[in-house]
């Protein structure tokens, strides 16, 4: 009886990475698989924006020769990724899924794209996403929005909406995302990936088109945490040229992945959790059942109350909306045509907010930060359930998309690291995801920990039906 | 009882003129029907940051505190 061997395109960025220095893999065959399933399924997902195919076949060649040659440039040499599309690559359309951006062809790479491309990436394309990193998915936008593979009627999230499609639908092997609110975990728990949402001030913003500059994070998604990690250990590092960035040590994420530290103390808001009568049904005790895991791998779980948490969405919302309103200001004053409504009208909330508003905002965010920081010294994580629903239907997205107060937006707000893993599937079969937060810059507990948790079921390695 | 919750409801079309001229003084020209979509939000977001306005003391400020009551005194700084 033989054992089916996976399609190329199911290997891990790990896999991959460990394939082709064996030369038991070639990056043009992956290359050629990852375009082929490409061509197989964007039309249905519209996860792409933008195929380069032909520079990716070239750089997949190069790859090849210096592994033929014995030279390892990078730890991702001939790994195919994808880039959402506000990311800036030198010479390639940059669009942010917007008509005001459509002409844009950056003259360099952004920061963490350069830094993808010195580790060995190779670059499938970009990838759609809300306009401009939020609002909410836009039928009338430049691009339409992508589609959830695990059920094509519904969103997956977003914004970093295509990074998601494409990766639960195997057509990249890793994406970057950008979370200003939540962007890269939301979609990562509505599609069952891997999103991480790094310390604030770890990975460079430079070349990334901005929403909210004191809430912006870049960050890695890809299908497992040890993906995750090899993706933020390319890209993490000290920017001066962010003003965001801060100058710190980058310790390795991918050694002692499994090495799980002893006595980590998670920190659940039950009393929160059970007080939403928001949350879906199976969101919940899909939740405990996770708790429960981590109690079996060693983890004492204590009860925390959130402090203010009826407030963040005031600090987060007002600050996120005044700054946002801040950079596309002129914009929506010169050409607001070239904006869509589902945009404009988040951004514009911004020119109803005072200056005093936005410094009460303020005011409160440190509030907040100063007490998240005091929980944190009894605890080593947060966990939360990632989204307090399932993938949601496509019917009237405006109106659905900001209706439930977020989870993630508050590791928006304190910079603390947050990713989310999958956890399980709804009956129908979508999945859900726990999200697990840490300290600022322990970004390496995090990913251990969520590595302990994913070995567990290894639900990555579910393929949505049909895929 | 009834009176009192009418007398509460917000004023419409004070609201509606309110976002309206922010957004003319933003220069950004808008339809009635995008400008009457902004006005649930634009609710929304006083009525939140009035909870957030209140919630907050002097001591949210942590490196300069000023009470505007103590007129004429020496502006309270904390390290």
Known sequence: MS???PALTELTIAELAAGFAARELSPVEVTDAYL??????????????LVTAERARADALAAEAAFGRGEVHGPLQGVPIALKDLYETAGIPTTGNSRAYLDYVPRADGAVVG????????FLGKLVMHELATGAPDLDGPFPPARNPWDLDRMPSGSSSGSASALAARLCAGSLGSDTGGSIRGPASWCNIVGLKPTYGLCSRRGVMPLSWSLDHVGPMARTVEDAAMLLQAIAGFDPQDDGSVDVAVPDYRAGLADLPRGLRVGVPWSYLESRADLGVEVLPTFRTAITALE???MTVVPIELPLVDLVEAIGNGILVSEAYTIHERGLRENPDRYG???????????????????HATRGRGRFCRAMAEVMRGVDLIATPTSPAPAELFDDPTGVYYSRPSFTRLFNVTGQPSISVPSGFTAHGLPLGLMLSGRPFADRVVLQAAHAYEQIDRLYL?????? | MADGVAAERPDETHDTAQVAALMA????RLPAAQIAELVSAYRADRASFERLRQALTPEDEPLHTFDARDRGQTPRMTP
């Open chain 1, 341 to 359: 409504w589902p945009f404009a009208s988040r951004v514009l909330r911004g020119a109803t907010m005072s200056a005093a508003d936005y410094l």
């Open chain 1, 115 to 122: 830094k993808l491309a010195e580790a060995g990436a190779i």
């Open chain 1, 296 to 298: 079996g791998l060693g």
């Open chain 2, 25 to 28: 003084r933003a220069g950004v």
């Open chain 1, 36 to 49: 082929t399933r490409i061509e197989e399924h964007n039309a249905a997902l519209h996860a792409y924006v």
């Open chain 1, 462 to 467: 579910r393929m949505p039906p049909g895929f």
């Open chain 1, 3 to 5: 054992v089916r061997q």
